[in-house]
C-alpha cells in the first residue's frame, strides 16, 4: 500500500468516527427531547417554563430553547400552547356540560 493510501484509509476513518459521534449524539437528544415532551404533556397543567424543563433535560436553558426549536421546528412556549389548545379542543367537543370559560382557564388561556 502506498502512504497516500494509507492516509487517505486514515481519513474515512476519522470521518466515520465524527459521524457515529454525531449519531449518538442526536440519538441521546432524541431520547432527551421525548422525554421533556411526555413530562410537558403529563404535567400541563402546571407552570411549565423553561428554566424548569431545561433542568428537566439537564440543558441550559438557552442551550435547550435553542435545541428544542431546531428539534421540533418550534419554540417550547408554542409547543406547550398549541397542546394546552388541542386538550382544551377535545374538551370543548366531548365535555358539552362543561362551560367554555372553564375549559378556557384551565388551559391557561385567559
Known amino acids: ?9 486514515a481519513v474515512k476513518d476519522e470521518r466515520l468516527r465524527k459521524y457515529m ?3 449518538a ?5 432524541d431520547i432527551t427531547m421525548n422525554r421533556v415532551c411526555d413530562y410537558i404533556y403529563a404535567n400541563l397543567d402546571e407552570s ?18 435553542r435545541q428544542f426549536s431546531d ?18 379542543s377535545y374538551q370543548l367537543y366531548f365535555n358539552r356540560d362543561t ?10 388561556f385567559d
Open 21 to 23: 459521534a454525531t449519531d
Open 71 to 88: 428539534f421540533f421546528g418550534i419554540s417550547i412556549s408554542r409547543y406547550i400552547q398549541l397542546l394546552r389548545l388541542k386538550r382544551a
Open 48 to 65: 411549565l417554563t423553561v428554566e424548569h424543563l431545561s433542568q428537566f433535560a439537564g440543558f441550559s436553558k438557552f442551550h435547550f430553547h
Open 25 to 29: 449524539k442526536t440519538e441521546d437528544y
Open 99 to 108: 362551560k367554555i370559560i372553564d375549559i378556557a382557564l384551565d388551559a391557561k
Open 1 to 9: 500500500m502506498k502512504d497516500s493510501d494509507i492516509q487517505l484509509m
